[in-house]
Nanobody, 123 residues
């Protein structure tokens, strides 16, 4: 079983910054990639950023140049530094972990999700 817990959301003004954090815990797993997704009312959950097991990042176009994803492998944590925030960045941010379950011979893969942290950006 794998659990993800996010923190760091809050209420900020346009142009402010926030750093989101997520810790991955559990047993018998290997993390293949970590990511952040945004859930906005009226829209499907959208990829914000993703980082692979070798540290290669991917960003959605709407955050390029403003957000930075990073990881701490020793602590099983992933971070999202959010700069120059805009009202349209408002939403619930969920972290994700692409997991290989090492406790089974088949080594199945899955995606685990955190429950989300609210980011609200006012004009």
């Amino acid at each position: 079983q794998v659990q993800l817990t996010e923190s760091g959301g809050g209420f900020v003004h346009t142009g402010d910054s926030l750093t989101l954090s997520c810790v991955v815990s559990g047993r018998d797993f290997r993390i293949d990639a970590l990511g952040w997704y945004r859930q906005t009312p009226g829209r499907e959950r959208e990829l914000v950023a993703r980082i692979t097991s070798v540290g290669s990042p991917t960003y959605a176009d709407f955050v390029k140049g403003r957000f930075t994803i990073s990881r701490d492998e020793a602590l099983n944590m992933v971070y999202l530094r959010m700069n120059s925030l805009k009202p349209e960045d408002t939403g619930v941010y969920h972290c994700s972990a692409e997991i290989t379950h090492t406790g089974l011979l088949s080594s199945p893969r899955s995606i685990s999700w955190g429950q989300g942290t609210q980011v609200t950006v006012s004009s």
